[in-house]
């Protein structure tokens, strides 16, 4: 019976921690949402890559173009 009453305040105590993790997070301005959640104003929108990924991608991709027309 003790471990039970043990296991329990446990328990307690992990998603009080978690609470005020959460808590705390979105008080300083960390959004906590997941991509494409309404919280994000952005409803079922899937997240787009950042600016830096979308531009290395482009030049990926010119860079594979060029290689392709020099092996011609």
Not at 7 to 25: D, E, H, R, T
Request: charged share 20%; hydrophobic share 45%; with cysteine.
């Amino acid at each position: 019976m003790f471990a039970i009453i043990v296991a329990l305040i446990f328990l307690v105590a992990g998603v009080a921690g978690l609470y005020l993790l959460v808590k705390n997070m979105t008080e300083e301005g960390i959004e906590i949402a997941p991509p494409g959640s309404c919280k994000r104003g952005r409803c079922g929108v899937p997240s787009r890559p950042s600016l830096e990924d979308a531009e290395e991608a482009q030049l990926q991709a010119a860079d594979v173009v060029d290689q392709g027309k020099s092996n011609s």
